[in-house]
Structures are given as C-alpha cells and as structure tokens.
C-alpha cells in the first residue's frame, strides 16, 4: 500500500535573529522524509516569512510512511558561509494512515532546537494518499489503531480482546558511537533524536503487524519505552494489548448492512447453536455480533459460578451442550483445565488494561511481579536482540506462573519498567493475576473450551451492577426472587473473591466469606495493579497510599555489583510491602489499587518507591487496628512509650476514618459467619524465587485478637518504622489524592482540570549516610513535594489529584530525582454530600465517569430509572424458555438478544420519546446540541465540533493523563502521540541554573505536544504520560543535557456542558444517549 | 539535603496575582517569602516556609521567563510554549505596563536616555519604589516610547494596538510619550503639587487639539508633536494684550458680565490685565522650545498663582475663564477667533485641572 505523502510550508513566525546586522533573517525550509528532500525559497530579511510553497510531494511505501518521521528544518541562508540551522520540526505522519483519524495534519508547530529550545513557528500542512493495495506478504500494518489508554476507548466497543503484543528493537546510541566526539552536540542529539523516531516507528510498524496477525485492529494499552544502556546500546520496546475495536456508532449498532470491522467475530461458527433458525440466515451474523453491544456481560457472570468457573465462548468443539451446566461442583476442576488451557495457548495472557469492560474480570487472585538483576552487555547484532527478548520471556513466563500460583489464568494491569546504572539493569514485571470472563477472547486455534454455566449459587452473581440489566437478561431460575434478592446484595464483590483453591492456597491467608454476598470466600487484604472496577462497591473516599524505602549498596563492579543487588531485592520488597500494609491499615482501608512498585538502581544505592490507592472495598472485612508489641515488657518507661504510641496510632485510625468517610455498616457477627480456620503463621511474603514475589501476602493475626495487626518493637528500626508510618501528613482539608484514574467515592467532577508535571533534585550531604537517615531524606522529599502540590493548587479546592504518578532515579552518586505528574480535577462539594448511596445511583455515576465504551442500550436505559422496562416480560419469557430447554446462557443470550430484536429496538424508540419529552419540558435545547448528543449524527456533529474549538485565538489543548476529561464527551481519537526531545545547554548559568533549564525544557515539551495535537485537529491529550525525564548535569562545565519521552492519545472532545442535560439528573456522561433521543423522536 | 532543583510546570501556567505584584514591585525571593510569611498564608494554608520558599521561586522563574514575551505583548498571545487563559494573559499585562504615581511623577517630561536611567537609583531613594521596579517601569515607557514614536494614527490607539493595554492605561501612556517627546518641565517645586493625573488630563487635551492630528489625521509623529504652524499662529494673539484698546474692551466685557457673580471681584478686576497678559504672552512665545518646556512653569506663576494668592473660589476661576474666552467673540477687531478657541479651549481645561492645592 504505497502512499503519497504532501507537504505545504505556509509560513513562519516570531524567527530568531539570525543576522546580526540587519536584526533580521533570511529563512528557508528543508522538507525531508526518508532519502528525498526538498527546499522552499529563501524569504529575504523576515522574521515572519510567508512562503506559502508548492506542495511537496514524496512518493513512499507505507512501511516508510510508519516509520520515518517528516523531518522540517528551518534555515537561515548565508550566501558566504554554511547555512545556519534554526530549529527543526519532527512530524509523526502516523496519525494520518488509519481512516477514521485525523485527515490532515495543518497548524503552528514550534521550531525546536536541542541546544536552543523554542526559536518561533513555522505553519505546515501535511497530507497522505494511500492507495488500497492487499499484499498479504506486506512489510507494514497501516491501519492499525494505537492507544496509550489502557482501557477501552472511549468511543470503541471491544468485540474481541485478542491479548498480549510486545517487541523490542534495538541500536547503539549515536552518543557512544566514535563519531560522536568530532561532531557537534547538537548534530549528536539531533542524531539521536532521528534515531529514537525511527525505531519507535518501525516498533510501532512490527506490533501493527503481530495485531494483524491476530486478526485484530487496534492496539490499546500502548506502552512504548526506552532503555538508554548506554555503552551497549539503545533499546526501544513496547507492550500493549491488541484488540479488535468497533466504533460505536448507532448506524453501526441498527443496521445488520454494515460493514462491521470484527470480522473474526463473523468467522465463529456458531455450530453448536440450540437455536438454529436465528443463524442460518446470512445477515444475521453481523447481528450476532452486535448482540454483543447489547448483552450486558453482567449477565454472563450472573449466570456462572462466580468462583473458579472460567466461561469461553467458542463452542466450535463437541463439547458444548449445556447439559454438562448443571453438574456443579465435580466439573469445575475439570472446567477450569479446559479454559485455562485455551488461555495458555497464548504465549502470555496478558493484558496491559487496568480498566475493563464491565464483565470482563471475573476474579482478582492479587500482585503478582517479577524482578530480574542483568548485566548489560553490547549489543552485537541490532537485527537479532535475543538476549533483551530472551531476558523479558524469561521475566514474563515467571508472572505467568505466579499467576498460576494463584488459581489465575491472565494478568492483568500488567507493566514492564526497567532501572539501569552502569552496566547493571533490573527488569522488573507487575501486574494482577485474574480470571476473565473469556467471552471477550477469542482464540484463533484450537478451542479447547466449552461453554458453561454453573449454577450450584443461583442467585449469586459476580459483577452485576446495573440495574437495568436484570430486566434485560432476568435469572433463569427465578427472575422474581433474583430481583429480590438484588436488592439487598450490593454487588460488585465477585471480583474480591478468591480464585485460588481455599484448600490448596498458595501462601497463608486469612479468609472471610464475602461481606457483600456472604458466599464466597474473600482475603482480608486485596493489591491490584488495576483501576477500582467500576462496579465495585467502596465506602468512603480512597487515598494515595506510598511505601518509601532506600537501601544503602556498597559499590561494586559487574558482577559482584549485579551479585549485591540480587540480594538486597527480596528485602526491599518485604519491607515495601511491610509498609504498604501499615499505611493501608493506618488508614482504615482493606484494598490498593493501580499498585506500582518502583525499584531504583544508584551506584550506592537502591530505592523503593511504591504508589497505590487504598479504599474501603464492602466486600473485604473490617481492617482490624495496628497492635504495637513491645519486645521487654518489664520496663516501666519502655511500656508507658509503648501505649503511648498505640494511643497515637490509634487516634490516627480514627481520624483517618473520620477523613475518608470510612463508616461501614456494623454487620452483626453470626451474618458473616465465622472466620474460616486457617492454619496461621508468621506473616511473610511468598517468594518463588529470590527476584520475585507473589504480592498477595497474609499478615499474621495470631497475637490472639483476631483483627488486630501487630507491630513489633524490637529494635530501634522498628521504631522508626512506627514513626515514619505516623509523619506522613494527610492532604489538607478539600484535597484528596490517588493514583488511579478515578476517585473512589468521587463522582461529581467538574471541568476545570490542571495537569502538571514536576520534579526535584535533591543531593544528599553527608558523608555518612546510614539506612535510617536516607529513609528519612527520601520520605521527607516526597512529603515535601506532595505539600508543595497541595499549596500550588490550593485555589482549585475542593479538588482530587488523580493519577499521581511518581519517578524515582538516581543520576548520580548523592542525587535523588524524583518526577511527579498528575492532574488535579475541580469536583462540587456540595453534591459530594448529596450523593447517596443507592445502588442504582452509584452505579449510574460509576458508569458516568467512566464510559459508556460497552453498553449503549443498557446504560441509556438504565439512566432513567424507570424500573421494569417494557420489553422485558418478552425477554423473561424467552429467557425461562431458553432455560428449561437447557441451552447455555450465552448462547441463550445471544438468540434472545436477536429474536427480541426488533421488539427492543420498538421499546427502545418508545423509551426515547418518553424521553424527548421530558427534555422538552425539562430544559430548552438548542438544536445543536441535541444534535451533538445523538450518535447517528455523530459525523454531521463532527464537522460542526471542530470550527467550535477553533474561535480562541490560540486554541486551549487540555493534557491529562486520565482517560477521559470531566464533564465532557471524548467524540474522536486522531492517533497516538509519541514523542521524544533532547535538550542541551552549555550555558547553564544564564537558562536560570538547572531549574530554569529544566523548567524551561518542561514547558516547551509541552508546548509541541499541544501544537501537534492542535495540528491534528484536536482539543486533548487524554492518557499522557511522561515515561522519562533523564536529567544530566555538569555545573562546573555549565552543562546540562535532558531528555524526555512523552506519549499519549490526541481527541476532538465536548463539553458536556454544551449539551444542557436533563435537569432532572446529574450531569452526567450516560444521560448523553438519552438526550440523543430528542433527535431522533422529533 | 537541599533541593539543587525544583521545577512545577503546568499545562495550564499557574499565576499567583499575589506573587505577580511582589515581582513587579522588585521584591528579591526572600524578600517575597519573608512578605508572604507575613500576610499570614502559612496560618490559611497550613503551608511550611519551605513550601513557601519553593513556590515562590517557582512562580518567580516563570515571570521571568515570561517577561520576555511581556516586552511585546501581542507576542504573549501567539506563543505556544505558556498556555494562558486570554483573561489571565489581559492581567499580565495590565500590570506589568502599570506604573506608580510616584515614579512616574519624577522621570514624567524627562528625556527617556540612558542619563535618566543613571538616575534611577535616587528615584527609588526618593520615591521608595525598589531600583527593580524603577527600572521595569522606566524601560516600559522607553519601548513604548521607541514603538510609538513615529507612527501614524492615534497615539493612545497605536499604544493600545501595540501593546494590548486597556483604555485607561493606553491614554497614560500617551501622556507620558507626549510629556517625554516634548519634554516638558514637570519636576520644578511649584509644580510638584500636580499629579499625574492633572498632567495627563492635560496631555490629553493637547494631543487632541494641539497636535497636527488635530486637524490631519494623515500625517506622521501627529500625535507626538505639537502643531508647528499652530505655535506660529499662536503669536497672532498678542494683539490682544498689545492693543491696548482691545485689552480694555475685553475687560470691560468680562468685568460686565461677571459683576456680581464672583466672590472676588474687585481681586480679579485689578488683576485682569496681568492675567490676560500671562496667557497670551505663554500663547505667543510658544514657538521658542525653552517656552514649550517650561508651559506648565509658565501656566502656574501667570495665573494660578496669582488666583490662589488672592484665594479665587474654583467655581469663580471656572467663570472668569468662560467668560474670558468668550468675550473674545464680541471683539470686533479681533480677526483669529478659531486660533483663540483651538488655544484657550485646551488651556482653560487644563487650567482649571490644575487649579488646586
């Protein structure tokens, strides 16, 4: 699929002065991609030259097209000596090779200079013609979307979630090559600066081509990094989960002539099917997809067993009858092999998405990670980079098998990071051991699975959470009784329980049956790596929890340095996790979520840095107190100490309850039953093997109180340890913080967003720096820094910081580098209080602030409360048919979906018009925005959206590195942005020391992340994230060098507020289709 | 351990007004922090001194770097690199072109050179304004002066244009280009009782009516300058205090006319003859540039002066200059009644501006 790419130099402006003598400069541009170049005029003695060229035109292979970069230099011509370069631009033409992005690149980009920065403007417009060309051997993987969000996009339904893709490539850094020390610096950044483009392109090129493989159209969770190792090289790679997405759109969702993109969903042959006349006609298959938008997975989870059962949806084998269903408990062992089995035929079943479609977790077994201490070595042949790839296969088949350790099948939330000094480099490996609901995967060999339904816990379901659900997919057995027995379950737990066998477990754990259904057995602790599933139930607000930690590490060389790492790693993370479990305990909370364990390689030192969100889950018990036990009981003073610490720490309990609003109901003893006997012993973390260790640990509760976890004072350590858990300081009053996408127990956001980005150096002074003090320097840098956030936002109270996310590195021998970037979201107060607690209600807000990714109907429907819905006698009755005739419920599901089809779409219809009523009544709307509302319009409402953020005189580009913007609807996703700067200096001192430099450096990254995402025609970058800031120093020099790498997703978003929704609800996302409704009816 | 770096950049550029005015009022970091520690912020916000310290800093660097965009404005609202709501932005601005009365009163008719800036340092001894800001606020006037100087078309519009300021803030800039390229003597003792305010009122008056934009809205510097043939003609006037004819009938039409209706008539009968005197003689002699310069000099010991010697009311200076004016009208041998009026309309404003303690 050769393309043509079209380049237009328009303009520049604000150029630097390049001639001395007139104050003015005579500027020209160079258009480069891959071998060709071209040159505009020279625009004599301008600082704001207008050229308005020719269209430049490279005729490209696609494959060049992913991966070289449109190169822009902008000159200034000397006709007596060289031209002098001014700046550069780099366009990712990427962007523009998939159809439904942007169409045209057009804008102001910033002319940037490695040495430089910012020297002024230059307008370009960029164009590609690709022409459609099926080469099945080809080279390229145009086409393929990519998405750093690692959840669902926002306007994607998911058919399928294929799984795990990775690469990596690799090269030497042109800054070791020997040629580095003839040429310029700023000809070696440049150099390295084209290099990274190019091989994040060609990455970006080679995971396309894995999706296509397996048959999917976009990758999602894109996490592309780069490992800088210095002498042995340069190392990019890049893991991301492959998907097949469907862009929703009614159109696509009516009409069964649509070309539907999940082709594979069409190949499934449904052979087995009970119910033959629904699937015989041939356009029913892109039906038969669609049915999947509308059956909510809910139902899926509702129906199974909610423990170990792992439901697949590829009856192709002979073995899906339903009869098998109803035999329970016996054929779960041998269930479980069958769909793990399917699951293991991926290499890895891992998924790098933290937040999923409703459904698809179906239990969370806890951390699992994996570390792994390697010495670098040159990389000697850059086309075979076995031993990085060997190296990760390794680490990635451990966290398999941890996983496996823990009754799991995939991971999930799952991360790869790695730290390098010298030549030692750890690799480390995280995520969250999970069953899935397999409905969502799709195998492309041999199934070995079969479809089930277990129903020895009727009535039980795992994830159900709306409401309108149950009318649409009612309990075979009994609707009635299951509608009863809803009301007073809070769903939402089914994730919390166990999945690992209770009789076998892994490690030591303290179990309890499920506070919310009573059923099922739960840990008292839970640790994911993943978002709070939307339907969880969570009382109170959550709060960023942080475990810091240093290690002193004597120096050493290659091996005996790589040798002393090894062994200080198990510690670390014992002590981390010691930590973590007291400030979780500290708190009042049961759970963390979005966990990352950060482990820091120095010279002398190694650091341990982990966030997480802890919350209150309603399923998890009550954490029982801290219990402080001192180790010589005789001594008076020692003792009255003792209980006065414990006075303190229990004070700090309360207070922290009272903060976080954490006031469960008090469930009378004999309802939850007894705790289940475990055999006990002292708590320790399991470890399979010295790097690794499985994350879920049982903290020992024998000291004969049951809930109360015991702290040992034995030494002077420990005593610190108790003081260091009571000095972190909680946020101000009005502020909370987090580093998940969403707050627990927040759901009324506002607009106004403030993301930023900062960092601190610290040196370290003294000489004789022992564990202790370094703890302590490191603990009050962070401190210091969240308070210094806290103060700079503090006009924005009552807000959340979301999404905090910490970087630790040690750039040299006393430094510390710590980087924080997060948002803080305005919330309203007031509806805060207001908020009930309703299940209904919470779960419509979840959804809100979250998505509407699957579930168009079921949310539209769900909004309006209106309790049983017409059409759901019909789909009861066929459901109790289905049931008695012993058809499994998925496939029952889908025939019911397709029969009741037309029936929905009438009651759908009839439920709009209900609805455009009310928003008659309700508020006056203007066309447009009933118009922007509805998603049949979305393409007419598309071309109305873009003038309409184009009035401000310099567009307003929102950066965030959530997922979604507050208060607004996400109604295009224009590509991946990508990119990576060097910034050098030798003149330190006059950029302002190395804060002014850096300061600068930060706001110019910004700067062209924004032009670039204006270009693209967009308002946002959702999901961005700042994956490396390697700052370098040499004040005695004057220098300094920094690079950074950012990434994130380009939209076109609307505000929510423009649309003027119901007055009768809250603001919220999911009232959005309903208000569509108005269209459509009138 | 001490911070060797500590950087917060938003995607938003996060301004403090508080911070904002301590940097444009001079303040040094510890100054500001010692500043901020007093007005109480640590007790609100719970913050610590180093908190402060480091938002300080913070807020400090960023002024800094934005102060180069702040040389030209319009330069502010294309950048790309600070993203800035156009509110925010008005605001930056506004307040980095504000200056003080004080200062503005000491350098305002002053030759805006490098001599002056020398000067600074007594300035801000005088007038305590902090050396920074003197400076800040001298070279604000000096770029504007240099961009405005010769250019077509309003002054106050081209200032406005060219540096995005409000109305108000654009019309004192006007009078402070006006006052400088004309120079007029604004500093002697006796004019010390004037504000800024009186002045640029009467800039205002004389751009409008004095200056070749008066009458020809094409020409260059024509708001900068003061008419040339306007000054020439002026000299037209002195037959009204030359004949001496002329002069007892224009007495005696302002003496009829006002009997009775001022406090200090008697004062003002005796007087008119010097006072006329005063005002045309400054009319006449304005085309020597010494004259120029010395206008307002000459503006207070002719007139007011002697007025406020013998303690005349406002409200009968206000009487006796309408009636001055208009008497000219009834004289039959006075031929340059438009000459009078385009000269007394702008002085009799001015004047009456003026008149005060």
Known sequence: ?1082 | MTNELDIFVGNTTLIDEDVYRLWLDGYSVSDAVGLRVRSGILEQTGATAGVLQSDTMDHYRTFHMLERLLHTPPKLLHQLVFQIPPSRQALLIERYYAFDEAFVREVLGKKLSKGTKKDLDDISTKTGVTLKSCRRQFDNFKRVFKVVEEMRGSLAGNIQQHFLLSDRLARDYAAVVFFANNRFETGKKKLQYLTFGDLAFCAELMIQNWTPGAVDSQVDDMDVDLDKEFLQDLKELKVLVADKDLLDLHKSLVCTALRGKLSVFPEMEANFKNLSRGLVNIASKLTHTKDVRDLFVDLVEKFIEPCRSDRWPLNDVRLFLNQYSASVHSLDGFRHQALWDRYMVTLRSCLLRMYHD
């Open chain 1, 1 to 1082: 699929m050769p393309g043509k790419l079209k380049v237009k130099i328009v303009a520049g402006r604000h150029l630097p002065v390049m001639d001395r003598a007139s104050d003015l400069t005579d500027a020209f541009v160079e258009v480069k991609f891959g071998n060709m170049t071209f040159k505009t005029d020279v625009y004599h003695k301008s600082l704001n030259p207008q050229w308005n060229s020719e269209w430049f035109k490279f005729e490209v292979d696609d494959e060049d097209l992913q991966d070289e970069p449109l190169q822009i230099t902008v000159l200034d011509h000397d006709t007596y000596s060289a031209n002098d370069a001014i700046g550069k631009v780099y366009i990712d033409i990427d962007p523009l090779l998939y159809s439904e992005a942007a169409t045209v690149i057009s804008g102001w980009f910033p002319i940037y200079d490695t040495i430089h920065g910012i020297r002024g403007e230059i307008n370009v417009v960029v164009k590609v013609d690709l022409f459609n060309d099926l080469n099945r051997f080809r080279q390229s993987s145009c086409g393929v979307k990519f998405f750093c969000t690692t959840s669902i996009p926002k306007c994607y339904r998911a058919v399928i979630i294929h799984g795990f893709v990775e690469e990596l490539v690799v090269n030497e850094d042109p800054e070791y090559q020997w040629i580095d020390r003839i040429r310029t610096p700023r000809a070696s950044n440049e150099a390295r600066q084209r290099l990274i483009s190019l091989m994040s392109g060609e990455l970006q090129r080679k995971i396309g081509l894995k999706v296509l493989e397996m048959r999917g159209n976009a990758v999602v969770g894109y996490l592309q990094c780069f490992d800088l190792e210095g002498e042995s090289g340069l190392v990019v790679r890049a893991i991301g989960t492959a998907c097949t997405l469907d862009k929703l759109s009614s159109t696509a969702a009516f009409l069964p002539a649509c070309n539907s993109p999940s082709k594979e969903m069409k190949e499934i042959p449904f052979n087995e099917d009970p119910n033959p006349n629904t699937h015989s006609s041939g356009p029913s298959t892109p039906l038969k997809n669609q049915t999947y938008s509308f059956s909510p997975s809910k139902s899926y989870s509702r129906q199974s067993s909610s423990s170990d059962t792992d439901l697949s949806l590829t009856p192709k084998t002979g073995m899906g009858s339903g009869s098998a269903g109803k035999e329970g408990g016996p054929f779960k062992a041998l269930l479980r092999q069958q769909t793990q089995s399917a699951l293991e035929q991926r290499e890895f079943p891992f998924f790098t998405l933290t937040a999923f479609p409703p459904g698809f977790l179906v239990h969370v077994g806890g951390v699992v990670s994996a570390r792994s201490v390697k010495l670098l070595d040159r990389i000697h042949n850059p086309d075979e980079p076995e031993t990085r790839d060997a190296w990760w296969a390794e680490i990635r088949q451990e966290i398999k098998s941890h996983a496996k350790a823990l009754g799991c099948h995939a991971v999930v939330g799952y991360s790869e990071s790695t730290s390098i000094c010298e030549e030692v480099c750890i690799l480390s490996a995280s995520g969250t051991a999970a069953v899935l609901n397999p409905r969502f995967l799709q195998d492309g060999t041999v199934e070995g699975c079969l479809e089930q339904r277990l129903s020895w816990q009727p009535g039980f379901f795992s994830i159900g959470s709306e409401k309108g659900e149950v009318d649409f997919f009612p309990q075979s057995q009994d609707s009635s009784s299951l509608l009863g027995q809803e009301e007073n379950l809070p769903a939402g737990c089914g994730f919390c329980h166990i999945p690992y066998d209770e009789l076998n477990m892994p490690f030591p754990a303290h179990l309890t049956y499920c506070y919310s259904c009573r059923k099922q057995k739960v840990p008292d602790v839970l640790f994911t790596t993943i978002d709070l599933p939307t339907d969880a139930t969570v009382i109170g607000k959550g709060c960023l929890i942080q475990a810091r930690l240093c290690r002193l590490k004597k120096k050493a060389q290659a091996e005996a340095n790589a040798t002393a790492i090894s062994n200080l790693l198990p510690f670390m993370e014992y002590e981390v996790h010691t930590q973590l479990m007291n400030k979780l305990k500290l708190k009042g909370m049961n759970a963390l979520f979005g966990l990352r364990i950060q482990i820091t390689v120095g010279e002398n030192m190694l650091m341990g840095l982990a966030s997480a969100t802890g919350v209150y889950l309603t399923a998890l018990p009550t954490p029982g107190g801290i219990q402080i036990a001192g180790k010589t009981p005789n001594d008076g003073s020692y003792e009255q100490h003792i209980s006065h610490m414990q006075k303190k720490i229990n004070d700090t309990i309360a207070k922290n309850k009272e903060l976080y609003e954490i006031n469960p109901p008090e469930i009378p003893e004999e309802i939850i039953g007894s705790p289940i006997p475990e055999p006990r012993q002292r708590s320790r973390l399991l470890r399979s093997q010295s790097e690794s260790s499985d994350e879920v640990i049982e903290l020992d509760l024998s000291h004969g109180k049951k809930d109360a976890f015991v702290l040992e004072i034995d030494d002077t350590d420990a005593m610190e340890d108790v003081h260091s858990l009571l000095t972190d300081v909680p946020p101000p009053s009005g502020f909370y913080s987090c580093n998940t996408e969403i707050m627990p127990g927040i759901n009324n956001w506002t607009s106004e967003i403030q993301m930023f980005t900062s960092v601190r150096v610290s040196r370290l002074s003294n000489i004789n720096l022992t564990n202790q003090t370094l703890n302590k320097n490191f603990n009050d840098l962070c401190e210091n820094l969240l308070k210094s956030l806290y103060f700079k936002l503090r006009s924005m109270i009552p807000c959340c910081l979301c999404h905090v996310n910490f970087t630790v590195s040690l750039p040299e021998d006393e430094l510390i580098q710590v980087t924080v970037t997060a948002v803080a979201i305005t919330f309203d107060k007031h509806q805060a209080v207001q908020t009930t607690k309703t299940h209904v209600e919470k779960s419509l807000q979840r959804a809100s602030t979250d998505n509407e990714e699957l579930l168009q109907f079921p949310l539209e429907l769900c909004t309006d409360s209106l309790g049983p819905h017409p059409f759901s006698p019909a789909k009861e009755h066929l459901e109790s048919a289905s049931s008695n005739s012993g058809i499994p419920a998925a496939q029952r599901a889908t025939s019911i979906d397709y029969s009741s089809f037309a029936d929905r779409c009438n009651s759908w219809i009839e439920l709009i018009k209900l609805k455009a009523q009310t928003i008659r009544r309700g508020s006056i709307k203007t066309t447009v925005s009933v118009e922007k509302a509805s998603p049949l319009t979305e393409g007419h409402f598309r071309q109305r959206s873009a003038p309409a953020c184009a009035n401000s005189t310099v567009g307003v580009v929102k950066m965030t590195p959530l997922s979604f913007i507050p208060g607004a609807k996400i109604t295009k996703y224009l590509g991946i942005i990508n990119m990576f700067f060097i910034r050098e200096t030798t003149s330190l001192r006059e950029e302002g020391g190395v804060s002014g430099f850096l300061h600068a450096f930060i706001a110019e990254v910004f700067a062209m992340v924004r032009a670039h995402v204006a270009a693209l025609g967009g308002n946002a970058v959702v999901s961005y994230i700042m994956k490396q800031c390697v700052f370098m120093e040499n004040p005695n020099k004057n220098q300094a060098q920094c690079l950074i790498n950012v990434s994130g997703d380009a939209v076109i978003f609307v505000r929510e507020s423009e649309l003027e929704i119901m007055s009768t609800q809250q603001p919220i996302a999911s009232c959005q289709p309903a208000c569509g409704g108005g269209e459509i009816a009138t």
